[in-house]
T-cell receptor
């Protein structure tokens, strides 16, 4: 039980921002929110994670709702290389075992 | 850093044969994970180790599957005997305590 809910798929146009939503209404106060993505024929790769505050890195931004029951991964300018399955995961510790759900398949149109 | 290294990348074997998948984690990492990915079940955690000790093997499907980590730089996942339903991509991953998990490129197993 991954305990997060994501849309099965989303589409975006190249060079436009993408907002990928995730619901985690039963999250506990100590759970981090992690995002990984899996490009075709590759293993999952880390994107970003956070606890309470919004987070930014070179790949993306993570916006966490004030009540922490939902979050949004923001790709500021989608490229064709961003086409992947994006997984939102809640986990007690940043480096411990992760339980993957179905994720969101992002398709990017040129 | 070479990342997590898995071998073989691809294997095709006949039902009933023994399959051994190998993994070299990133140097200095104290956690090692084995995942399996299929279209039907997605990514499933099979087992994970901390400091070479198995911590949780509740995801191992049955007794035909076994995993070992004889030292900090090597782990194996063995299937004996293999069955067609074991066909999947098997990922090894590693991390250091409290930090990001890094995945290998996977071992693509086909059992015919």
């Amino acid at each position: 039980d991954a305990k997060t809910t994501q849309p099965n798929s989303m589409e975006s146009n190249e060079e436009e921002p993408v907002h990928l939503p995730c619901n985690h209404s039963t999250i506990s106060g100590t759970d981090y929110i992690h995002w990984y993505r899996q490009l075709p024929s590759q293993g999952p790769e880390y994107v970003i994670h956070g606890l309470t505050s919004n987070v930014n890195n070179r790949m993306a931004s993570l916006a966490i709702a004030e009540d922490r029951k939902s979050s949004t991964l923001i790709l500021h300018r989608a490229t064709l290389r961003d086409a992947a399955v994006y997984y939102c995961i809640r986990a007690y510790n940043a480096g411990n075992m992760l339980t993957f759900g179905g994720g969101t398949r992002l398709m990017v149109k040129p | 850093d070479a990342g997590v290294i898995q071998s073989p990348r691809h294997e095709v074997t006949e039902m009933g044969q023994e399959v051994t998948l190998r993994c070299k984690p990133i140097s200095g990492h104290d956690y090692l994970f084995w995942y399996r990915q299929t279209m039907m079940r997605g990514l499933e955690l099979l087992i994970y180790f901390n400091n070479n000790v198995p911590i949780d093997d509740s995801g191992m499907p049955e007794d035909r599957f076994s995993a070992k980590m004889p030292n900090a730089s090597f782990s194996t996942l063995k299937i004996q005997p293999s069955e067609p339903r074991d066909s999947a991509v098997y990922f090894c991953a590693s991390s250091s305590t409290g930090n990001t998990i890094y995945f290998g490129e996977g071992s693509w197993l086909t059992v015919v």
